[in-house]
């Protein structure tokens, strides 16, 4: 077969976007009139030791994938043609549907090991075909917004812009990573359609290209505020970051009589702290107080940690890679589980993979002054004191009323993190957030054990 | 706004897919009449510790993201609600076509640091608004084709499978992993929409859920393998795997008189050697010498090294974040740099990030038995001896010829493989590989810099 583009759309608008054996066990699932209500739970098994928590996101583009999922006529076409499945099962499949229940977690949510993000209850072979698209979801958001709320907490009071697009793992993962860092603090993206799709604020400044084309810097720096003089930031290091700094005190004056304000300058190469101190004396010196200094090149939350300690003179920052690969931890360990089939509770025990049967809640305690004391992880019904954080989303199919927007589902992530233990506020390593197993839990597991055993 | 996907289709396939400054730039370009032809190389600036060389992939996609590539009414719609820009700047953008000519190796080419893996010649406005996705495909697809070609150098004679779809950062990242590892000698992928996209051959098994759906492990072995008569290879790990094997080894004479052979089984868990050794001898014992065992759960190449040092007998493998995620390097430290405009080469000297001026060509040669003994970095137009590796692909917006066929270029990449200096296809510590800079480049520098200096 010739390696041509035959399909066209986004991938992961059709339910073929999924692993093949989810088509075999569906197959073998209708076969055997295995149909019964399945639970599913979507966990990370463990916090890697650079994140101390986790902040849930993609619950929306899960619930529209849902609601969405199917077949197209051309899937089915080329199931058929493959001769891997039977026509009646390919017709059954014409008619597929999500008609199941979702419980979750808000989006903005901080969560820990083993607390499910999502739990899924549905006929089995729904809830077990959602799990490949759902876990592609729900896991790069997480690991997004997980990343970049370290760099929020990092960086209080600057502005950060994801600028990560290039480099992100395709079109999709550039645009779902300036959705979650916007979720989870960052003040908006370079990537454009991160606005029409998510209502992200997008932001912008110039490439080095735009100076090199130009015979002088200066030109550059002019051409540039003449286009757009409502938002003239100048990038000033394609050369020599201190020179370029001179060449805009010099211009200002220019454009001032001009009515174009220099709002500011970007550094992108070299030590940024120490160029920021050179460039705000130079700026200051040029009367251009009021300018802002914005950085980028290589900053992720231990660089801008360490700008907050030595008082560097920088307004915002631009960063990329760390942040849209999330570099330093780019997947969590993390599963889709079968907790209960037709009524029993489910665990698997592979070694070193063992879960916790069953349905679960999350109940979280707050000390006096508002700051998360503790969590219970439990059984659905089981009453512990605290907040439960897993409430329904989806009812036979359908969203329980409306979704949060972005812009709220933000907010309640402030708030999460301002309610963090403060050494995981300041990134410190220290104890563990205590996650307590309750004693009707390990009673499940137990009786589970003891039936499969 | 509200977080709504106002906006359908795949968002690669958009020019709206881009970082908001290639707009801004783009601008000031047309209004200041700076449409002459530019010269953008794209490369990787240097190589990770871990990365010997990188295996170039993703031309058939950029190619076929230039040839396609325009703004849709709904993203000129959107720019112009958007305030940003005038009116007779969005009206440019509706008949905005690339025009220009690409140069490039073809894809499954080793590579190195410094070298161009495409040239893009276009006029200005055109080769920058290019950038964004151009990396954004090119570099994601040679980070996973260098990862897999890693791999398939560190099992030679073994079944690699990606599994990597579910921790893929988003769905076209799974399916260009899909790709880019077949193309860098993987034998297939569990991601279906590869097959009918880019003619990837699909495989799968069964997940643990399969096994806890059901009251007994025997009996969901025997349902899979009677819905599954042609292929029946069977996890089993759920619970304990040599217990397992044993099943499995009791099961086959029933299957066998139903005409259904066991192809093989699946472990996902544990110290995979050693059980794979105690599971070949329970099922050798049971008459299934035939059968086949393949591995699979956080796998990457030092794995797979460790298990053919110990003669592990194990047939293949399912590989899944570290190969999706190249988990070790998730991003490379790579650039699309102007290197000349109108006429003029152009070169960035950043701290850090200089890079070297002008259209280039990289002259490969060889030692007697067909090793690759050194590259010659140089200016295109200068002779030296050995291959040159960079060649025309696209004339005025179009491509040049077919591209290679997916096989085509898989073999071409198996080849490259082969003719790797030892050390580097042993994945081993050893010298870099020898990149020489020409005198006629460095000259060119000099050149460059006494221009704008």
């Given at each position: 077969m010739a390696d041509a583009t035959r399909v066209s759309g986004n991938p992961g608008d059709s339910l073929l976007l999924t692993d093949l054996y989810q088509l075999t066990m569906l197959h073998a699932y209708l076969e055997h009139g295995m149909t019964g209500t399945a639970v599913f739970e979507f966990f990370v098994r463990r916090l890697p030791e650079r994140r101390g928590f986790l902040v849930a996101a993609g619950l929306r583009q899960a619930i529209e994938f849902l609601e969405q999922a199917r077949f197209t006529p051309e899937d089915l076409d080329w199931l058929a043609a493959s001769g891997r499945f039977p026509k009646d099962f390919i017709d059954r499949l014409a008619d597929f549907r999500f008609t199941g229940d979702v419980h979750a977690v808000p989006e903005g949510t901080v969560l820990f090991a083993d607390e499910p993000i999502i739990r899924v209850t549905a006929p089995l072979p729904e809830a077990q075909l959602m799990e490949t698209r759902l876990i592609n979801i729900l896991h790069f958001q997480t690991l997004i917004a997980s990343k970049a709320a370290r760099m929020a907490l990092a960086a209080p009071g600057k502005l950060l812009i994801d600028f990560g697009l290039r480099r992100a793992h395709g079109a999709e993962a550039g645009l779902m990573a300036a959705r979650a860092s916007y979720l989870a603090g960052f003040a908006g993206t370079a990537t454009v359609p991160a606005a029409p799709r998510y209502g992200v604020p997008v932001y912008g400044t110039m490439a080095h290209s735009f100076v090199q084309a130009h015979d002088s810097e200066e030109l550059a720096f002019?051409?540039?505020?003449?286009?757009?003089?409502?938002?003239?930031?100048?990038?000033?290091?394609?050369?020599?970051?201190?020179?370029?700094?001179?060449?805009?005190?010099?211009?200002?004056?220019?454009?001032?009589?001009?009515?174009?304000?220099?709002?500011?300058?970007?550094?992108?190469?070299?030590?940024?702290?120490?160029?920021?101190?050179?460039?705000?004396?130079?700026?200051?010196?040029?009367?251009?107080?009021?300018?802002?200094?914005?950085?980028?090149?290589?900053?992720?939350?231990?660089?801008?940690?360490?700008?907050?300690?030595?008082?560097?003179?920088?307004?915002?920052?631009?960063?990329?890679?760390?942040?849209?690969?999330?570099?330093?931890?780019?997947?969590?360990?993390?599963?889709?589980?079968?907790?209960?089939?037709?009524?029993?509770?489910?665990?698997?025990r592979s070694e070193g993979k063992a879960t916790w049967p069953g349905r679960k809640q999350v109940f979280r305690r707050y000390n006096a002054d508002g700051v998360m004391r503790g969590d219970v992880l439990t059984v659905e019904g089981d009453r512990q004191g605290g907040e439960a954080l897993i409430r329904l989303a989806m009812r036979g199919g359908a969203r329980v009323g409306a979704l949060p927007a972005l812009v709220q589902a933000r907010a309640h992530c402030a708030a999460e993190l301002a309610r963090l233990p403060a050494h995981l506020r300041r990134l410190e390593a220290g104890p563990p957030y205590p996650v307590e197993v309750a004693p009707s839990l390990h009673a499940l597991a137990d009786q589970v054990d003891r039936e499969t055993g």
């Amino acid at each position: 077969m010739a390696d041509a583009t035959r399909v066209s759309g986004n991938p992961g608008d059709s339910l073929l976007l999924t692993d093949l054996y989810q088509l075999t066990m569906l197959h073998a699932y209708l076969e055997h009139g295995m149909t019964g209500t399945a639970v599913f739970e979507f966990f990370v098994r463990r916090l890697p030791e650079r994140r101390g928590f986790l902040v849930a996101a993609g619950l929306r583009q899960a619930i529209e994938f849902l609601e969405q999922a199917r077949f197209t006529p051309e899937d089915l076409d080329w199931l058929a043609a493959s001769g891997r499945f039977p026509k009646d099962f390919i017709d059954r499949l014409a008619d597929f549907r999500f008609t199941g229940d979702v419980h979750a977690v808000p989006e903005g949510t901080v969560l820990f090991a083993d607390e499910p993000i999502i739990r899924v209850t549905a006929p089995l072979p729904e809830a077990q075909l959602m799990e490949t698209r759902l876990i592609n979801i729900l896991h790069f958001q997480t690991l997004i917004a997980s990343k970049a709320a370290r760099m929020a907490l990092a960086a209080p009071g600057k502005l950060l812009i994801d600028f990560g697009l290039r480099r992100a793992h395709g079109a999709e993962a550039g645009l779902m990573a300036a959705r979650a860092s916007y979720l989870a603090g960052f003040a908006g993206t370079a990537t454009v359609p991160a606005a029409p799709r998510y209502g992200v604020p997008v932001y912008g400044t110039m490439a080095h290209s735009f100076v090199q084309a130009h015979d002088s810097e200066e030109l550059a720096f002019e051409h540039f505020a003449r286009s757009r003089p409502d938002s003239v930031i100048l990038l000033i290091d394609t050369y020599d970051t201190e020179a370029g700094a001179e060449k805009v005190a010099r211009l200002a004056p220019k454009l001032k009589a001009l009515g174009i304000p220099v709002h500011g300058v970007r550094l992108d190469s070299g030590d940024l702290a120490a160029h920021a101190r050179k460039v705000r004396a130079i700026l200051d010196a040029g009367g251009l107080q009021d300018s802002t200094i914005f950085a980028s090149g290589g900053i992720d939350e231990d660089a801008l940690l360490e700008f907050g300690r030595s008082d560097a003179p920088i307004n915002g920052y631009g960063i990329g890679t760390s942040l849209t690969t999330s570099s330093d931890v780019p997947a969590f360990d993390c599963a889709y589980k079968l907790q209960e089939y037709a009524g029993r509770p489910k665990r698997k025990r592979s070694e070193g993979k063992a879960t916790w049967p069953g349905r679960k809640q999350v109940f979280r305690r707050y000390n006096a002054d508002g700051v998360m004391r503790g969590d219970v992880l439990t059984v659905e019904g089981d009453r512990q004191g605290g907040e439960a954080l897993i409430r329904l989303a989806m009812r036979g199919g359908a969203r329980v009323g409306a979704l949060p927007a972005l812009v709220q589902a933000r907010a309640h992530c402030a708030a999460e993190l301002a309610r963090l233990p403060a050494h995981l506020r300041r990134l410190e390593a220290g104890p563990p957030y205590p996650v307590e197993v309750a004693p009707s839990l390990h009673a499940l597991a137990d009786q589970v054990d003891r039936e499969t055993g």
